[in-house]
């Protein structure tokens, strides 16, 4: 029955879009495609093809071709739905879900929220007036790994924790930024602390606590882009312990790492994997039943980006239907946000930066284009 399921539209055919396609198809049941948006028309009919696809293989009954749209706002205005998926590029996501929770249609956005934070904290303000919810896909924190890890830190099993350390070793040839025009850019992307590694920047922050001060170097050394390729930096947690972020993508030949190992008085924890996905140490002072299901929880993803764009969707369900609370809402992303912002800060003025920081606001390009 079509009209109990919740409506979904979704701008931005992309490549991640794929996953948002893949989740939507997986909840049948529950959740339908209704509309799909693009610039390009061909991206948009490739999408709708997808989700009928997809969506025929997970069940029974017959599905409704998404239909298409070339502008968000004729989508906005032309159609009922109850939630917009945006996989725009990253500097859109704000506009775009403030569009949405204008017609009070919930907004679930790609990671970051955008890259800055006053337009971050307007799509905030937008949807608590609008009184829809903001979900920021943080699918990592859903990984069977990390949820071990996330539950054994809650049961305090590392007693204090000194430090957190986190590894992103990939590899992004310049044909992929070359993809598309947005990529790399201040404007629209950010560089590798914004796009590739915001899940570990995530990760840092929400395994580790509020961040007290940070302090970053970056550099652009293999690619032709505007934004950091590579960079190192290192924060202290307002509970006293250090934290530090590598990131690259010019690893060669291609991805090896994407871990964060927790270091405590009474346990060591880290997990690894090309993205977070097998646990390589798992030891603490006291056993707890949890130890059994340190190696059954590890996994092989078919990529980065694993499978939790669908674990995500589950919860956006659950939540929709009264049923659970949001994995990570507006101020938990914006959380990411703006650690990474205090990051470029510190790169760009060789300062530490003190969070939370009133001088953090948007991604000055005309600063990083200078050097
Ligand atoms: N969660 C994850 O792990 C993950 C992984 C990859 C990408 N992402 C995020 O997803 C977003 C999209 O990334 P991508 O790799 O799919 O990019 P992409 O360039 O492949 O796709 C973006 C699409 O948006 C369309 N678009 C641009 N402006 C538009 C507008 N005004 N209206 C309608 N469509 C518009 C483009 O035509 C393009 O098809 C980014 O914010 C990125 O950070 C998240």
């Given at each position: 029955?079509?009209?109990?399921?919740?409506?979904?539209?979704?701008?931005?055919?992309?490549?991640?879009?794929?996953?948002?396609?893949?989740?939507?198809?997986?909840?049948?049941?529950?959740?339908?495609?209704?509309c799909v948006c693009d610039l390009?028309?061909?991206?948009?009919?490739?999408?709708?093809?997808?989700?009928?696809?997809?969506?025929?293989?997970?069940?029974?009954?017959?599905?409704?071709?998404?239909?298409?749209?070339?502008?968000?706002?004729?989508?906005l205005e032309n159609e009922d739905?109850?939630?917009?998926?945006?996989?725009?590029?990253?500097?859109?996501?704000?506009?775009?879900?403030?569009?949405?929770?204008?017609?009070?249609?919930?907004?679930?956005?790609?990671?970051?929220?955008?890259?800055?934070?006053?337009?971050?904290?307007?799509?905030?303000?937008?949807?608590?007036?609008?009184?829809?919810?903001?979900?920021?896909?943080?699918?990592?924190?859903?990984?069977?790994?990390?949820?071990?890890?996330?539950?054994?830190?809650?049961?305090?099993?590392?007693?204090?924790?000194?430090?957190?350390?986190?590894?992103?070793?990939?590899?992004?040839?310049?044909?992929?930024?070359?993809?598309?025009?947005?990529?790399?850019?201040?404007?629209?992307?950010?560089?590798?602390?914004?796009?590739?590694?915001?899940?570990?920047?995530?990760?840092?922050?929400?395994?580790?606590?509020?961040?007290?001060?940070?302090?970053?170097?970056?550099?652009?050394?293999?690619?032709?882009?505007?934004?950091?390729?590579?960079?190192?930096?290192?924060?202290?947690?307002?509970?006293?312990?250090?934290?530090?972020?590598?990131?690259?993508?010019?690893?060669?030949?291609?991805?090896?790492?994407?871990?964060?190992?927790?270091?405590?008085?009474?346990?060591?924890?880290?997990?690894?994997?090309?993205?977070?996905?097998?646990?390589?140490?798992?030891?603490?002072?006291?056993?707890?039943?949890?130890?059994?299901?340190?190696?059954?929880?590890?996994?092989?993803?078919?990529?980065?980006?694993?499978?939790?764009?669908?674990?995500?969707?589950?919860?956006?369900?659950?939540?929709?239907?009264?049923?659970?609370?949001?994995?990570?809402?507006?101020?938990?992303?914006?959380?990411?946000?703006?650690?990474?912002?205090?990051?470029?800060?510190?790169?760009?003025?060789?300062?530490?930066?003190?969070?939370?920081?009133?001088?953090?606001?948007?991604?000055?390009?005309?600063?990083?284009?200078?050097?």
């Amino acid at each position: 029955m079509t009209s109990q399921k919740i409506k979904f539209g979704l701008v931005g055919c992309g490549r991640i879009s794929s996953r948002h396609i893949a989740a939507l198809a997986a909840f049948r049941e529950n959740a339908v495609l209704t509309c799909v948006c693009d610039l390009i028309a061909d991206r948009a009919a490739i999408k709708a093809a997808e989700y009928i696809r997809e969506a025929s293989c997970r069940g029974k009954g017959s599905i409704m071709k998404p239909r298409i749209y070339l502008n968000l706002d004729d989508m906005l205005e032309n159609e009922d739905i109850d939630v917009l998926s945006i996989c725009t590029p990253s500097g859109l996501h704000p506009i775009h879900g403030i569009k949405a929770a204008g017609k009070h249609i919930h907004v679930l956005t790609e990671k970051p929220m955008g890259i800055d934070l006053p337009s971050a904290d307007k799509l905030i303000k937008a949807c608590e007036e609008n009184e829809v919810r903001l979900f920021v896909m943080m699918q990592n924190r859903l990984n069977s790994t990390v949820r071990l890890l996330k539950r054994s830190m809650d049961k305090g099993r590392f007693g204090r924790i000194h430090m957190l350390l986190s590894n992103v070793l990939w590899q992004r040839p310049q044909s992929y930024y070359d993809q598309a025009p947005w990529r790399g850019t201040w404007e629209m992307d950010g560089g590798a602390f914004c796009n590739q590694a915001i899940h570990y920047v995530d990760m840092l922050q929400w395994l580790g606590g509020p961040v007290e001060t940070a302090a970053a170097l970056t550099g652009t050394l293999g690619r032709q882009i505007e934004a950091e390729d590579t960079g190192s930096a290192v924060i202290r947690y307002k509970s006293g312990a250090i934290g530090s972020l590598n990131v690259t993508m010019l690893t060669f030949p291609r991805n090896v790492e994407g871990s964060i190992s927790v270091l405590g008085e009474k346990g060591t924890v880290k997990i690894g994997g090309m993205a977070l996905n097998r646990i390589e140490k798992w030891e603490f002072e006291t056993s707890d039943d949890d130890d059994l299901l340190a190696a059954e929880s590890c996994y092989e993803p078919a990529d980065v980006y694993g499978y939790g764009h669908t674990a995500y969707y589950s919860n956006v369900l659950d939540v929709l239907g009264g049923k659970a609370e949001p994995c990570a809402d507006g101020p938990e992303g914006r959380k990411s946000l703006e650690l990474v912002c205090a990051i470029y800060r510190s790169a760009r003025e060789g300062e530490v930066v003190f969070l939370p920081d009133d001088s953090i606001n948007h991604i000055d390009s005309s600063i990083y284009m200078t050097r």
